[in-house]
């Protein structure tokens, strides 16, 4: 049988035998012999595809990456601080250092910073090429775009450093834009987190300053309204003069109590008392007696006791003895005057009955005091829930005045801070013209190489397997199932 590509010596009988046509089974060296003889094929593929890639490759421009580095970390403008609610104790929230980096990363990435940029350098000297061919109202946002594209921010897990990269055709071009950028950045982020909230807590500071002067001049007038000075001063002064006035009135009562009972025991005692009494008798019988007893002692040193002369005066004596004992009252004359215990008495009752009066009166009016204590106690408490709910206002409008202050004044010196960049962001290393550049050049050559092999081995395929004839004795043994005895060559 022949072995040419265009014999089919064997096929006839096969296909008269089988009615039909019959696709060869190739083997390994079958493949192999179909793509040697689709060479010429392969190559007028190959080489108009590998030419094209090439020339693509060495067309490609060589640019240049500016590098620039920043260092992040946990900034004031970061912390979050309720604007109300806060309590004494409360602590500001921060977020992880990833999120923080990826925020910043974000901001860096903003078209926002691309056109600030842009407007610095120019559209014209960054890309001329966009200024000379656009339109006016796209050359800005083809500017943004492609600033966009050249950039390239990131950072690596858990580390505070980001970095950024710009391409550019021209060394100094790529380094002062990436500057650009990284100024403009800064200057975005400084105007976002400086968000003029010191003028909201100012304007809510005045507020609250408005509430509290309007809830003093209602605790003024409801003071004046209702004749107090202090509700809690006059309290206190008022339960202290009630416990005066009760002591006070205890003592007076306990006074008035021992006045009277005395009064009534002098009462008593002036009763049993003579108004007047006895001040002397001029009676002459003692005296008689007295000098009948001298007489008589006298005698008794002349005469002897049972003499009669002695005797004589011993019966005069019991005579006047006798008639002394037998007598009711005081004989003679007697002289009567007032009695001064009677007197005494008399005069004590005088000053306990003006005492006791006093007392009285005293007491009265201890009462009359307590009474309007009581009265006045009651209407302070009565007045009390009012001026307390007021006083709550006023502490709260207080509160809310003195927090807002604070709030006020910090964020002020944040603010400044943000604005003098002593923030969260340092600049590690600026952008500096790069030496060396980088092309795409033998990469595009290397995938245009590789793609016009591919290309060519895919058509060397597609030849081989739509071949009717049979390459190699092997094949026709596999397909047709019989020996091949010999081989033909063909030329």
């Not at 004992?325 to 004359?333: A, D, I, L, Y």
């Not at 009166?361 to 009565?382: D, H, M, T, W």
Request: glycine share 4%.
């Amino acid at each position: 049988m022949s072995q040419s590509g265009d014999d089919t010596t064997g096929s006839a009988p096969n296909a008269a035998r089988h009615g039909g046509f019959v696709r060869p089974r190739l083997s390994g060296l079958d493949m192999v012999v179909h793509l040697w003889r689709a060479k010429w094929l392969m190559a007028a593929v190959f080489v108009p595809i590998f030419l094209i890639g090439l020339l693509a490759a060495m067309a490609l421009p060589r640019t240049y990456t500016a590098t620039s580095r920043l260092m992040v970390s946990l900034g004031d403008e970061y912390m979050y601080r309720p604007a109300v609610g806060r309590g004494e104790t409360a602590a500001p929230v921060s977020p992880e250092i990833e999120s923080l980096v990826q925020s910043e990363l974000e901001l860096l990435r903003s078209p926002v910073v691309a056109q600030a940029a842009l407007d610095k350098v120019t559209l014209a000297r960054a890309y001329p090429n966009i200024a000379k061919s656009c339109k006016p109202e796209a050359c800005d946002r083809l500017g943004v775009q492609a600033v966009t594209e050249s950039l390239t921010a990131g950072g690596t897990p858990k580390n505070l450093v980001i970095f950024a990269h710009f391409e550019h055709k021209s060394a100094a071009m790529s380094a002062e834009m990436l500057n650009a950028l990284v100024d403009a950045y800064l200057t975005y982020r400084a105007d976002i987190f400086t968000d003029n909230r010191t003028a909201s807590f100012r304007e809510q500071r005045e507020r609250f300053e408005k509430d509290l002067s309007a809830a003093d001049k209602q605790i003024r007038e409801y003071l004046l309204a209702n004749n107090l000075t202090d509700l809690a001063a006059e309290r206190d002064t008022l339960r202290q003069l009630y416990q005066s006035a009760s002591s006070e009135l205890l003592q007076t009562q306990s006074s008035l109590r021992q006045s009277e009972a005395q009064l009534a025991n002098y009462r008593r005692q002036i009763e049993t008392i003579a108004p007047e009494q006895d001040l002397y008798v001029e009676d002459s019988s003692q005296q008689s007696l007295l000098s009948l007893k001298l007489e008589r002692e006298e005698k008794l040193a002349r005469y002897r006791s049972d003499s009669r002369v002695i005797q004589e005066l011993d019966k005069r004596i019991e005579q006047a003895e006798a008639y002394l004992e037998s007598r009711v009252g005081p004989g003679g004359v007697v002289r009567r005057g007032p009695n001064p215990l009677y007197q005494q008495i008399q005069a004590s009752i005088a000053t306990l009955q003006s005492e006791v009066q006093a007392l009285r009166g005293q007491e009265k009016e201890l009462k009359s005091q307590i009474e309007a204590f009581e009265v006045r106690q009651r209407r302070l408490v009565e007045l009390a829930p009012n001026l307390a709910e007021l006083e709550r206002s006023r502490a709260v409008a207080e509160q809310s005045v003195r927090a807002f202050a604070e709030r006020e004044v910090e964020e002020r010196a944040r603010t400044e801070l943000t604005q003098r960049s002593v923030n969260n962001i340092r600049l590690l290393e600026r952008a500096t013209p790069p030496i060396k550049g980088s092309s795409l050049k033998l990469p595009v050559a290397v995938l245009a190489l590789l793609f016009a092999g591919f290309t060519a081995l895919v058509a060397g395929l597609i030849r081989a397997m739509t071949r009717s004839g049979f390459a190699t004795p092997g094949s026709v043994e596999r397909t047709l199932g019989l020996p091949v005895l010999a081989t033909v060559q063909k030329y």
